[in-house]
């Protein structure tokens, strides 16, 4: 080699494959040495579009647009294509994309009560081995304990007055210290809640939810959670050297 460097191209190259005609991303393994002609043909296997109605586009292994693809008698290795690049392919016929626009495409619709009297549909098959809401014990057992659920946060909202300090322990969630601002129910989930003002930027919001002011306080200060998350009791604000320089 008389002390040069040889410099040795892979002769294939694996590239990600996507298109108008399909939501879906595929991995492919090419040989540079074929022309974007022949590419396109071997592309009518994987994609389904015609090679005369072909478009492709490359991009870089970090999808950034470089360049089309658009001499049929090139080399597929005489464009930049590395491992992990992606060619698009954009189908010109606009044939195929018919199948894939379902606003044209005719619904069947049956009436509840004809739906009702099949004996081959999911419902019926729930009906006859009583699943889901088809079963009326489990159901009824359900509904009993969130019926006692709730009551149980009833008593403990009742036993929570605005104004008390608060530990507030919700399961996955570090422990907050904070003040009651609110108690009672709301319009954006059924139930009782309460609305705490935290020492500390731990919250969701400033006391408003869906438009709705329920309480004052800084932004990502409040929250709202259920009454039996609520530890009241002599909790001081904690001194996190905010006057500290």
Same mark, same amino acid.
């Given at each position: 080699m008389d002390g040069g460097v040889a410099i040795v191209t892979n002769p294939t190259v694996n590239v990600r494959l996507t298109s108008t005609l399909s939501s879906f991303e595929v991995q492919r393994r090419f040989n540079r040495g074929i022309s974007i002609a022949?590419?396109?043909?071997?592309?009518?296997?994987?994609?389904?579009?015609? $090679? %005369? #109605?072909?478009?492709?586009?490359?991009?870089?292994? %970090?999808?950034?647009?470089l360049q089309k693809m658009d001499d049929n008698e090139a080399l597929l290795g005489s464009y930049p294509v590395d491992d992990d690049c992606r060619i698009h392919v954009t189908d010109t016929s606009g044939q195929m994309n018919e199948f894939a626009d379902v606003s044209k495409v005719?619904?069947?619709?049956?009436?509840?009560?004809?739906?009702?009297? &099949?004996?081959? %549909?999911? &419902?019926?098959?729930?009906?006859?081995?009583?699943?889901?809401?088809?079963?009326?014990e489990e159901m009824a057992k359900k509904k009993a304990e969130l019926a006692a659920r709730e009551?149980?946060?009833k008593a403990a909202?009742?036993?929570? #007055?605005?104004?008390?300090?608060?530990?507030?322990?919700? $399961?996955?969630? $570090?422990?907050?210290?904070?003040?009651v601002m609110y108690v009672g129910t709301t319009d954006f989930k059924p139930g009782h809640w309460v609305g705490v003002k935290y020492d500390e930027p731990l919250g969701k919001h400033d006391g408003t939810v869906?438009?709705?002011?329920?309480?004052?306080?800084?932004?990502?200060?409040?929250?709202f959670v259920k009454p039996l998350s609520v530890l009241v009791g002599d909790f001081p604000e904690e001194d996190y050297g905010l006057d500290e320089m």
């Open positions: 022949e590419l396109k043909g071997k592309l009518e296997m994987v994609m389904g579009a015609s $090679p %005369s #109605s072909m478009d492709l586009e490359l991009f870089s292994v %970090s999808d950034t647009f005719e619904k069947f619709e049956l009436a509840d009560d004809a739906y009702e009297k &099949r004996t081959d %549909s999911a &419902r019926s098959f729930m009906k006859k081995h009583r699943v889901g809401q088809y079963n009326e009551e149980e946060q909202a009742d036993a929570i #007055s605005v104004g008390n300090r608060c530990k507030v322990q919700v $399961p996955g969630q $570090p422990t907050k210290l904070g003040t869906d438009g709705k002011k329920y309480f004052e306080c800084d932004s990502k200060y409040g929250g």
